[in-house]
T-cell receptor, first 114, second 113 residues
Framework: EPEVTQTPSHQVTQMGQEVILRCVPISNHLYFYWYRQILGQKVEFLVSFYNNEISEKSEIFDDQFSVERPDGSNFTLKIRSTKLEDSAMYFC????????????FGSGTRLTVV | GESVGLHLPTLSVQEGDNSIINCAYSNSASDYFIWYKQESGKGPQFIID?????DKRQGQRVTVLLNKTVKHLSLQIAATQPGDSAVYFCAENSNNAGNMLTFGGGTRLMVKP
């Protein structure tokens, strides 16, 4: 079964450093997403990406965040200057066009900011 | 603001029994609902979905019920197995929210052998 692949599985970084979280969506999917889950809290929407541009973003997705699809397979989330409160699980998801909203999620990257 | 299923209760059931996991939502404009299963260290896994023009949908061992009058969603798991142990999230979308999903707080299901 096709999977969304995320790397690394765990990233530890110092406050103020830049991090890039990587995702390889399912190859025939056209819509890409980042969500995050702070420990013990709900999964929260960050951003959606379609046709090489951001289609929606939440209030969480401020100027410190950016997304990119640098080639035909990768989808990245960059946090420019990490804060302690950015510590969370970050999930990438993708879906086919016309598949409804039943996304396929990756296994996540646990980001720990120290 | 609008919210979905703020609680994270724990449901403990005996293997072989049926499980019912509940979710309340508050956005009356929600028109699409999904149940996800999340096992430890993994991402949310799609289980079943339902649109607001339906009140019941069945899958393999799972049934989702939607009561729009009271804004309530439930997931029924028949003959619960140890492999069903996980956290279950409901999520919703509305036409005016684009592609984003709003997740509930989750319910932990523990299956006792």
């Amino acid at each position: 079964e096709p999977e969304v692949t995320q790397t690394p599985s765990h990233q530890v970084t110092q406050m103020g450093q830049e991090v890039i979280l990587r995702c390889v969506p399912i190859s025939n999917h056209l819509y890409f997403y980042w969500y995050r889950q702070i420990l013990g809290q709900k999964v929260e929407f960050l951003v959606s990406f379609y046709n090489n541009e951001i289609s929606e973003k939440s209030e969480i997705f401020d100027d410190q965040f950016s997304v990119e699809r640098p080639d035909g397979s990768n989808f990245t989330l960059k946090i420019r200057s990490t804060k302690l409160e950015d510590s969370a699980m970050y999930f990438c998801a993708s879906r086919r066009q016309n598949s409804g909203y039943g996304y396929t999620f990756g296994s996540g990257t646990r980001l720990t900011v120290v | 603001g609008e919210s979905v299923g703020l609680h994270l209760p724990t449901l403990s059931v005996q293997e072989g029994d049926n499980s019912i996991i509940n979710c309340a939502y508050s956005n009356s404009a929600s028109d699409y609902f999904i149940w996800y299963k999340q096992e430890s260290g993994k991402g949310p896994q799609f289980i079943i979905d339902i649109r607001s023009n339906m009140d019941k949908r069945q899958g393999q061992r799972v049934t989702v019920l939607l009561n729009k009058t009271v804004k309530h969603l439930s997931l029924q798991i028949a003959a619960t197995q140890p492999g069903d142990s996980a956290v279950y999230f409901c999520a919703e979308n509305s036409n005016n929210a684009g592609n984003m999903l709003t997740f509930g707080g989750g319910t932990r299901l523990m299956v006792k052998p």
